[in-house]
C-alpha cells in the first residue's frame, strides 16, 4: 500500500485522515489524537497532503512539510463544493484529498512563524484600537447622561477624565467615581499598549525594505505596509494585481448570465484587515485630492461621475494593484508627472 495523497482535516484534538493510492482508491481512512499526528506521517513515504486553510493550519503545514511532504493549504470555500453528502470530518477529509488534486485548484501560502508574529502584532493592536473605542463610547455615553459632553477628539475625552478626577467633580455622585474610574485606568493601560505595539510595527517596518517601498505609494503608511508586506510574502502567487486586488475582496460581485454581467458591490472576499486599511488610505488620499484636485484629476473626473464611497473603493482597488507592482519589481512609487491637468502615465523607478 503506497499513498499518494492525503487529505487532511484539522481541529484541536481529534483530527481525520483521508488517503488514497495512484489509482484514486481510498486505501486509509482514520481519526487521530493531536500526539499521533507527525508521528503518523513520519512513517509515510513522501506524498500531496491537503489541508483547509484555518486555524493552525501554517503550523502544521510547516511541521509536516519537515517530514518531506508537499503540503498544499486550500481555501475552505474552495473544498466545500467537493462534500458529497453530510458535514462530518470524514467526508471533509475525503473532500479536502480530492480537491487537492484539481489542476485548477488555488492553494494558500503557508506563512512562515516570522511572518504571523508580524501579522500577530497587527491583529493585537486592531483588538485594542476597538477595545479604546468601545472604552471612549461608554466613558463619553454615561457621562452624556449626566449632561457632560465634550468635543470630539482625543481633547473632547481628555477634557471628560479631567472632570471626572477633578476636585470640581465632588459635585458628581460618589458612585459614579466608582463606575468610571476603572474605564479610565482601562483606557490609559490600553493607550500605553497601542503605543508599545505601534513602535514594534516601526521596528518591522525599518527592518523590511518591501514595507519601505510600499509606503512610498500614496494611501499607505507604516501600518498598512508593513501588513501587506507581511501577509504577501511572494507577490509571485498573484498573476498580476488585478489578482491581488480580488483575493483582497476589492472587485465587483458577479452575478451574471446569459451573456448579460450583473455587477453588485465588491465581493468582500480574502483578507478583511488589508481591505480595511487600503480603504482608509483611499479615503484620506480623497480628501487630499479635493484640496488639490491638479495633482489627482483621475480622481477628479471619477468623483463627477460616481459617489464618494464608490470612488474610495474604486482607488483602494488601484492602490492595490500598484502595491502589488511595488511588490514584484522591488522598487518605489514614482508619482506621475503632470501637465496641467493631463497626466503623463505612472511610471516606477528603484
Known sequence: MHVTTIGFDLAKSVFQVHGVDAAGRAVVAKALRRGQVLAFFGKLRPCLIGMEACATAHHWAREVAKLGHTVRLIPPAYVRPYVRRGKNDAADAAAICEAVTRPSMRF????????????????????????????????????????????????????????VRAEMANALPQTVHAALSPLIDQLEVTEQQIATLDKAIHAQHRASQASQHLETIPGIGVIGATAIAATIADPAAFKSGRDLAAWIGLVPRQNSSGGKERLGGISKQ?????????????????????????????????????????????????IARIAWSVLVRGATYRAPAFVGNAAKGLAMGT
Open 270 to 318: 480574502g483578507d478583511r484587515y488589508l481591505r480595511k486599511l487600503l480603504v482608509i488610505g483611499a479615503a484620506a488620499v480623497l480628501k487630499r485630492a479635493r484640496q488639490q484636485p491638479d495633482r489627482h484629476p483621475w480622481l477628479v473626473a471619477l468623483l463627477s461621475r460616481r459617489p464618494a464611497k464608490v470612488a474610495i473603493v474604486a482607488l483602494a482597488n488601484k
Open 108 to 163: 494558500v501560502p503557508v506563512k512562515t512563524a516570522e511572518q504571523q508574529a508580524a501579522l500577530m502584532t497587527h491583529r493585537s493592536r486592531d483588538l485594542l484600537m476597538r477595545q479604546r473605542t468601545q472604552l471612549i463610547n461608554a466613558l463619553r455615553g454615561h457621562l452624556a447622561e449626566l449632561g457632560l459632553v465634550s468635543p470630539k477628539g482625543r481633547e473632547g475625552v481628555a477634557s471628560l477624565i479631567g472632570v
